[in-house]
Structures are given as C-alpha cells and as structure tokens.
C-alpha cells in the first residue's frame, strides 16, 4: 500500500506484522522489513496511524 502525507509518499507492504506508536513516531513492521515514521505533531502522527489502519 503507498499513499502520500504532507508531500511524502510512504510504501507498506501487506501483511502488516506489527505497528509501534508513541507521540511523533510510528515504527511499521512489515514483511520486507521495519520503518520509521518521524511528524512533528501529534495530530500528524493520528492521522498517518488512521490511513495505516484504515487501508
């Protein structure tokens, strides 16, 4: 899945293994590999985690 936030484009791979959250990081385990995603709100970071979840 790829989709773009505030200019970026961030690609996941399906099947999603696990989702780490705390207040401006978002680290997604994949099936390639793990990635950190860094905003610098916490709004950003809510609604990049409802994208994620929400396909």
Do not use: W
């Not at 989709?3 to 996941?12: E, L, V």
């Amino acid at each position: 899945m790829s989709f773009k936030h505030n200019g970026k484009i961030y690609s996941i791979k399906s099947p999603v293994q696990s989702i780490s959250v705390n207040k401006h990081n978002i680290v997604v385990t994949d099936q390639k590999c793990s990635q950190l995603f860094s905003f610098n709100t916490v709004n950003e970071t809510k609604c990049f985690l409802a994208r994620l979840v929400n396909g």
